[in-house]
């Protein structure tokens, strides 16, 4: 089979050693005759699975012990709901739109009804192009939170730099580019990621809550609490038991290579040399304001719908997977997650440059 190099917003690449390790142990999972699959979720192989996924995660993202971490279900879209629906019933909640998860998030809140949501900033006019600033006065301080999308997938923008919030607590959906960009958990008082970019596979919701917004309000379902799910350390019904164990794998995978910092420092260099092509070339250009480019989704056009639909095309004959841009940008997207290789990055650049020189650039 030829190389092929797999470009997918999420899921996405998944680093090989884990998948080999996964398969090695797919049928016979520590000589106990049972696969992961297969075992109780109450049991002590699956027990040690679990804390040992939550202390990797703990190491890796440096989480100060007054913070739980839940694996749930649901992907981020459920985190939509469940944010306003424990932080701020009956009260106001802020959120910055820039760009169509920002959007989805916005409108969840709005569908509940007892909840004052308020756009304090937005970057939609210019096409979700650019992160907007905001300054501390724009920020009512009684609100119960200021929601941001670190990374914009479909975008490919990124908060670098948090908004100075003051007493407000952030909550972020931090889905494209937890532990490929090297927060401070501290400055935050949820982070939310759906697993199926650079944790594991889809079915797996991390979620990391500060204890004091834990169990403020009552919530009438159990299966949309955190209380009920941190009382019951992520086992108040079956949890995703092989996707928690994948995360597990990748998170040592993670350690294994460096850590967080090295991922950031490795995602920058593959980032920056697509983007040193992009700004090069005369054919290809990025829509993105350079200061605010994602090192994680990095959409690219021709400026000419026939020709990125040439691309994609061709693209794929080449081995390169799932370039296609998102439905509603079109042009093309690179995702490079944590376990995207270089090589993949070189061959598209060689790639392009045979394209444009073969397309009039
Ligand atoms: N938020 C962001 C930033 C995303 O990229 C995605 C999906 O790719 C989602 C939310 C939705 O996640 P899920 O499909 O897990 O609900």
């Given at each position: 089979m030829n190389t092929v190099y797999n470009f997918s917003a999420g899921p996405a690449v998944l680093p090989k050693s884990v998948l080999e390790k996964a398969q090695s142990e797919l049928v016979n999972y520590e000589n106990s005759g049972m696969s992961v699959m297969e075992l109780?979720?109450?049991s002590s192989l699956f027990e040690t699975i679990i804390q040992g996924a939550e202390t990797l995660l703990r190491e890796l993202m440096n989480i100060p012990d007054n913070y739980k971490v839940l694996f749930l279900q649901g992907g981020a879209s459920l985190q939509f709901t469940m944010v306003p629906l424990n932080l701020a019933q009956n009260r106001k909640a802020l959120y910055i739109n820039t760009g169509s998860w920002s959007k989805k998030a916005i409108s969840e809140a709005k569908k509940l009804g007892n909840i004052e949501v308020e756009?304090?900033?937005?970057?939609?006019?210019?096409?979700?192009?650019y992160i907007p600033e905001v300054r501390k006065?724009?920020?009512?301080?009684?609100?119960a939170y200021l929601h941001i999308?670190?990374?914009?997938?479909?975008?490919?923008?990124?908060?670098?730099e948090l908004p100075d919030a003051g007493n407000v607590p952030i909550i972020a959906d931090?889905?494209?580019n937890i532990l490929s960009v090297d927060y401070?958990?501290?400055?935050?008082g949820l982070i939310y990621a759906g697993?199926?970019?650079?944790?594991?596979?889809?079915?797996l919701t991390v979620v990391i809550i500060k204890d004091?917004?834990?169990?403020q309000v009552d919530v009438l379902s159990s299966m949309l609490d955190y209380s009920v799910h941190a009382k019951n350390g992520s086992?108040?019904?079956?949890?995703p038991t092989y996707g928690v164990y994948m995360a597990k794998l990748v998170f040592e995978w993670i350690k294994e290579h460096g850590g967080v910092q090295k991922m950031e420092e490795l995602n920058k260099a593959k980032a920056a040399m697509l983007y040193n092509e992009i700004d090069h070339s005369t054919l290809f250009s990025s829509p993105v304001t350079p200061k605010d480019r994602s090192i994680n989704n990095i959409p690219f056009v021709t400026g000419s719908d026939e020709l990125d639909k040439k691309f994609n095309q061709e693209a794929v004959k080449e081995g390169?997977?799932?370039?296609?841009?998102?439905r509603s940008v079109g042009g093309m997207r690179a995702s490079l997650y944590?376990?995207?290789?270089k090589e993949g990055v070189e061959a598209l650049i060689q790639f392009m440059k045979k394209f444009e020189a073969e397309n009039g650039g």
């Amino acid at each position: 089979m030829n190389t092929v190099y797999n470009f997918s917003a999420g899921p996405a690449v998944l680093p090989k050693s884990v998948l080999e390790k996964a398969q090695s142990e797919l049928v016979n999972y520590e000589n106990s005759g049972m696969s992961v699959m297969e075992l109780s979720h109450r049991s002590s192989l699956f027990e040690t699975i679990i804390q040992g996924a939550e202390t990797l995660l703990r190491e890796l993202m440096n989480i100060p012990d007054n913070y739980k971490v839940l694996f749930l279900q649901g992907g981020a879209s459920l985190q939509f709901t469940m944010v306003p629906l424990n932080l701020a019933q009956n009260r106001k909640a802020l959120y910055i739109n820039t760009g169509s998860w920002s959007k989805k998030a916005i409108s969840e809140a709005k569908k509940l009804g007892n909840i004052e949501v308020e756009v304090i900033a937005s970057s939609e006019d210019k096409n979700f192009s650019y992160i907007p600033e905001v300054r501390k006065e724009d920020i009512p301080q009684d609100a119960a939170y200021l929601h941001i999308t670190t990374n914009n997938t479909i975008e490919g923008t990124t908060f670098y730099e948090l908004p100075d919030a003051g007493n407000v607590p952030i909550i972020a959906d931090m889905s494209s580019n937890i532990l490929s960009v090297d927060y401070n958990v501290a400055d935050f008082g949820l982070i939310y990621a759906g697993a199926q970019k650079n944790i594991g596979p889809a079915g797996l919701t991390v979620v990391i809550i500060k204890d004091e917004l834990i169990g403020q309000v009552d919530v009438l379902s159990s299966m949309l609490d955190y209380s009920v799910h941190a009382k019951n350390g992520s086992m108040y019904n079956t949890p995703p038991t092989y996707g928690v164990y994948m995360a597990k794998l990748v998170f040592e995978w993670i350690k294994e290579h460096g850590g967080v910092q090295k991922m950031e420092e490795l995602n920058k260099a593959k980032a920056a040399m697509l983007y040193n092509e992009i700004d090069h070339s005369t054919l290809f250009s990025s829509p993105v304001t350079p200061k605010d480019r994602s090192i994680n989704n990095i959409p690219f056009v021709t400026g000419s719908d026939e020709l990125d639909k040439k691309f994609n095309q061709e693209a794929v004959k080449e081995g390169f997977e799932n370039i296609k841009g998102h439905r509603s940008v079109g042009g093309m997207r690179a995702s490079l997650y944590n376990a995207f290789p270089k090589e993949g990055v070189e061959a598209l650049i060689q790639f392009m440059k045979k394209f444009e020189a073969e397309n009039g650039g």
